[in-house]
């Protein structure tokens, strides 16, 4: 159980166009999805945390209108990068967390996007 | 300010023991988590501390300190697969996940 999936698994786009990644939930009911962005050899960086209905928090230094992330439903969020650049390539992954067990916290892993902008 | 440390890299010989430390500072406590990251994959869970002592699961144990802000990850009988990166992470009192930036670590034959 406890399966997150992230579609498209990796993407080319050129300079200026917008692409949207979804994160979903396949087996249980995310009450909060987290997006991250990882570069090479660096750690994850938290961009936002999204609650189911509500809108989504920005880490600081994280653009908001250029990172729109909307989790409609428990079990799908999506993250759109509007008018991408080269310098927003990298490696994004979600994961996602139930408040089903309060005991654990542990935060599910979606396999990741791996997006290239030309 | 709330922060991870542990070491860049690491390198150990196959069928050998090797112990990953990290300390941490956090603003409030909800545990300790470690990740283990294979390069261009998402992290895969590994253990979840929350109280002090030692867990134990197959060849990976994970042991934690809250009065030193400490924890380790012990990994027994290594294999060439463990070659990845080691990820500690601490939850703090608003239940975000403060990140280190991971142990890179090389297993030779």
């Known amino acids: 159980g406890a399966v997150v999936s992230q579609h498209p698994s990796w993407v080319i786009c050129k300079s200026g166009t917008s692409v949207k990644i979804e994160c979903r939930s396949l087996?249980?009911?995310?009450?909060?999805m987290f997006w991250y962005r990882q570069f090479p050899k660096q750690s994850l960086m938290l961009m936002a945390t999204?609650?189911?209905?509500?809108?989504?928090?920005?880490e600081q230094g994280v653009e908001k209108d250029k990172f729109l992330i909307n989790h409609a439903s428990l079990t799908l969020s999506t993250l759109t990068v509007t008018s991408a650049h080269p310098e927003d390539s990298s490696f994004y992954i979600c994961?996602?967390?139930?408040?089903?067990?309060?005991?654990?916290?542990?935060?599910?892993f979606g396999p990741g996007t791996r997006l290239t902008v030309t | 300010g709330q922060n991870i440390d542990q070491p860049t890299e690491m390198t150990a010989t196959e069928g050998a023991i090797v112990q990953i430390n990290c300390t941490y500072q956090?603003?409030?406590?909800?545990?300790l988590f470690w990740y283990q990251q294979h390069a261009g994959e998402a992290p895969t869970f590994l253990s979840y501390?929350?109280l002090d002592g030692l867990e134990e699961k197959g060849r990976f144990s994970s042991f934690l300190s809250r009065s030193k802000g400490y924890s380790y990850l012990l990994l027994k009988e290594l294999q060439m697969k463990d070659s990845a990166s080691y990820l500690c992470?601490?939850?703090?009192?608003?239940?975000?996940?403060?990140w280190g930036a991971g142990t890179k670590l090389i297993i030779k034959p």
């Open positions: 087996d249980f009911q995310a009450t909060t």
């Open positions: 999204s609650n189911e209905g509500s809108k989504a928090t920005y």
């Open positions: 992470a601490a939850m703090d009192s608003n239940y975000q996940l403060i």
């Open positions: 956090t603003s409030g406590f909800n545990g």
């Open positions: 501390n929350v």
């Open positions: 994961s996602a967390h139930t408040n089903r067990d309060r005991e654990s916290y542990e935060q599910y």
